[in-house]
């Protein structure tokens, strides 16, 4: 959907983006405690709202999409679902490898890589 986004309205997306990482990192930074320097400031929300992917979904005419969509993102993106593999819910022991199989959580994340391939694959043509 991003990608879409992008595609469609390459300068709106791309703004939108990037003022929202600066703000996330200035948010951050100070709430860590980071001396920020003056000449760096923290940008304000743009008027582009379509980072919510909801609504990019509804935007592309594919909201019944949405729900599997987030079901799927439990599974490879950092998620309390997803890091169900590397704790025990027990001893509440961290380990750094996936304790419990975690082949369900591969084959999803090779269905993602496969998705950005056909994208970017659209994209060069």
Not at 65 to 77: D, G
Request: hydrophobic share 45%; with cysteine; aromatic share 8%.
């Amino acid at each position: 959907m991003v990608m879409q986004w992008v595609i469609d309205d390459r300068e709106a997306a791309t703004a939108a983006k990037a003022a929202d990482s600066r703000r996330k990192l200035f948010d951050e930074a100070t709430a860590q405690g980071w001396t920020i320097p003056d000449d760096i400031t923290r940008p304000e929300p743009t008027r582009q709202t379509m980072l919510d992917f909801a609504s990019l979904f509804a935007r592309y005419d594919a909201k019944v999409l949405y729900i599997p969509y987030r079901l799927l993102s439990a599974h490879v993106y950092p998620s309390a679902k997803g890091a169900e593999a590397y704790v025990d819910r027990e001893t509440l022991e961290l380990h750094n490898h996936a304790d419990k199989p975690a082949r369900p959580d591969l084959v999803l994340v090779a269905i993602c890589l496969l998705q950005a391939a056909q994208a970017i694959d659209g994209l060069t043509d």
